[in-house]
């Protein structure tokens, strides 16, 4: 739901969107579900957002 927000929001306005996901198979059914921690790749997914988020700036700052 929160992406296709996000998707519509950038139609609306004419912007580009990038929507990221750490999707697991846990339905925040128990206390502490959504914390994810080192070893279910919060690290590698903070790496990973890191590393788009450093490309989106280099192709909009030297790009456009």
């Not at 579900?33 to 890191?50: A, M, P, Q």
Request: one cysteine or more; a positive charge; hydrophobic letters at 45%.
């Amino acid at each position: 739901m929160e992406a296709a927000a996000l998707y519509a929001f950038a139609s609306a306005k004419q912007k580009p969107v990038i929507c990221l996901a750490h999707v697991t198979n846990q339905m925040g059914a128990t206390q502490n579900d959504f914390e994810k921690g080192r070893n279910n790749g919060s690290i590698d997914s903070l790496r990973v957002i890191s590393f788009i988020a450093q490309k989106w700036l280099n192709f909009k700052i030297g790009g456009c």
